[in-house]
């Protein structure tokens, strides 16, 4: 007769949720950078403190919170999301996570679809509650709005300054020039002797490239103290107005087209 021996199931230990979080600011500066070190260490702690937890990572980002475009870290943690490498992201606030309401909505929402919670810790919101999207619409259309209006008041301080003669976008100093002890643009003689011998090959019919050889040959380091002039340093110059006694502000725009 066959003996049959019960072998129970082995008693699975509770399932850890990966965690990871998200941290952002918005310039290199070296105070703003201190404070993107300071939120990684404070939540690497964090989710290693807690014994329910797996850390998942600390994804970190240095640019504008307006626009998911060049946000790389931001766009690695979704496609870990995705792949089912993170249950939990943990966000500062929702103005660390995105000043722009459609995308935060969007995002949230697709994160939402994976089971993929975000806590907002100074809002005390958790994006899986029923309740969570009505208040992070009202934050984040709030965000937006305060991130518009202090645009608004950096260009208009720029434009002001544009039209003041003696700011110091009118003073910035180029090749041929330096600064007097008034911080005012001065003629330097002895580069401005190369910038004429420039403009003279130039007007004589000399390319760039024939240009740079006699430069070369004379031993006049570039405007960064190399042996051999670019053709785009020679270029600059030719094309800069300072050297015809104007300064032209505003001459490039950044247009950027959203899709409907």
Same mark, same amino acid.
């Given at each position: 007769? *066959?003996?049959?021996?019960?072998?129970?199931?082995?008693?699975?230990?509770? $399932?850890?949720?990966?965690?990871? =979080?998200?941290?952002?600011?918005?310039?290199?500066?070296?105070?703003?950078?201190?404070?993107?070190? *300071?939120?990684?260490?404070?939540?690497?702690?964090?989710?290693?403190?807690?014994? %329910?937890?797996?850390? *998942?990572?600390?994804?970190? %980002?240095?640019?504008?919170?307006? $626009?998911?475009?060049?946000?790389?870290?931001?766009? =690695?943690?979704?496609?870990?999301?995705?792949?089912?490498?993170?249950?939990?992201?943990?966000?500062?606030?929702?103005?660390?996570?995105?000043?722009?309401?459609?995308? *935060?909505?969007?995002? /949230?929402?697709?994160?939402?679809?994976?089971?993929?919670?975000?806590?907002?810790?100074?809002? %005390?919101?958790?994006?899986?509650?029923?309740?969570?999207?009505?208040?992070?619409?009202?934050?984040?259309?709030?965000?937006?709005?305060?991130?518009?209006?202090?645009?608004?008041?950096?260009?208009?301080?720029?434009?002001?300054?544009?039209?003041?003669?003696?700011?110091?976008?009118?003073?910035?100093?180029?090749?041929?020039?330096?600064? %007097?002890?008034?911080?005012?643009?001065?003629?330097?003689?002895?580069? =401005?002797?190369?910038?004429?011998? /420039?403009?003279?090959?130039?007007?004589?019919?000399?390319?760039?490239?024939?240009? =740079?050889?006699?430069?070369?040959?004379?031993?006049?380091?570039?405007?960064?103290?190399?042996?051999?002039?670019?053709?785009?340093?020679?270029?600059?110059?030719?094309?800069?107005?300072?050297?015809?006694?104007?300064?032209?502000?505003?001459?490039?725009?950044?247009?950027?087209?959203?899709?409907?």
């Amino acid at each position: 007769m *066959a003996i049959v021996r019960e072998i129970p199931p082995r008693k699975k230990g509770p $399932t850890l949720r990966e965690v990871a =979080a998200y941290c952002r600011v918005s310039t290199n500066g070296q105070d703003q950078l201190d404070s993107l070190a *300071a939120q990684e260490r404070y939540y690497e702690e964090q989710v290693k403190s807690n014994s %329910d937890w797996q850390f *998942a990572g600390i994804y970190s %980002d240095v640019g504008s919170g307006t $626009t998911m475009k060049g946000r790389k870290r931001l766009n =690695a943690l979704i496609s870990a999301c995705r792949r089912g490498r993170v249950d939990m992201v943990l966000i500062k606030s929702a103005s660390r996570f995105a000043r722009n309401t459609v995308d *935060a909505l969007k995002t /949230i929402r697709m994160l939402r679809r994976w089971n993929v919670d975000i806590y907002f810790e100074a809002e %005390d919101i958790h994006s899986l509650h029923e309740t969570s999207e009505f208040l992070l619409t009202v934050i984040c259309a709030q965000a937006q709005d305060e991130s518009e209006s202090k645009s608004a008041d950096i260009k208009w301080g720029l434009q002001k300054s544009f039209s003041d003669p003696d700011s110091k976008y009118y003073q910035r100093k180029c090749y041929g020039y330096r600064h %007097d002890e008034n911080g005012k643009l001065v003629i330097d003689e002895k580069e =401005a002797e190369v910038v004429r011998l /420039i403009f003279r090959m130039s007007r004589e019919g000399a390319s760039l490239s024939q240009i =740079a050889g006699v430069l070369q040959e004379q031993g006049i380091p570039s405007p960064r103290g190399k042996a051999v002039w670019s053709r785009e340093s020679l270029r600059k110059i030719l094309n800069n107005e300072k050297y015809l006694g104007a300064v032209v502000l505003q001459k490039n725009i950044c247009v950027r087209l959203f899709k409907s």
